[in-house]
């Protein structure tokens, strides 16, 4: 298994694939045999998750970014985007509509109306839950 994650890490391969991998080592006491850092293969597999999956995605014709994030995640997320990208410091525009907001941990004063999000197709994702979905510490 560590050997399949190093080639499979080396190779570009899903991330979310490589993630579950390595947690199955971990889990059976084997974290120390991984051949890359845990941390980056929950980053590489939070990231992907973000971006492509298909039911926060649905609808979606753009990622905005809400918040401070760090200047790796924003090159990630401009480079393998499939849509636009926006970064915004404070609350995205009335009009925004169709799009996935991805809310930093350290963003301030962003509490939506839900029902205004879902009558113009907003989704909100939480930097800070899809950290804990993949065991990971926001930066």
Do not use: W
């Not at 399949?4 to 190779?11: D, E, G, N, P, W």
């Amino acid at each position: 298994m560590s050997v399949a994650i190093r080639l499979r890490h080396v190779l570009g391969r899903d991330p979310l694939d490589n993630h579950t991998l390595a947690m199955r080592l971990k889990g059976m006491g084997y974290e120390h045999l991984l051949p890359v850092p845990m941390a980056v293969l929950a980053s590489n597999a939070t990231l992907r998750f973000l971006l492509k999956d298909p039911a926060l995605n649905r609808g979606v014709q753009r990622l905005v970014c809400v918040g401070p994030f760090d200047a790796d995640v924003c090159t990630y997320l401009e480079r393998n985007a499939e849509r636009p990208v926006e970064f915004s410091d404070g609350a995205p525009e009335k009009s925004l509509k169709d799009a996935l907001l991805f809310v930093s941990a350290k963003a301030r004063g962003f509490d939506p109306d839900i029902a205004d999000l879902r009558a113009r197709n907003l989704q909100v994702v939480h930097e800070k839950d899809l950290c804990d979905r993949f065991d990971l510490i926001p930066a």
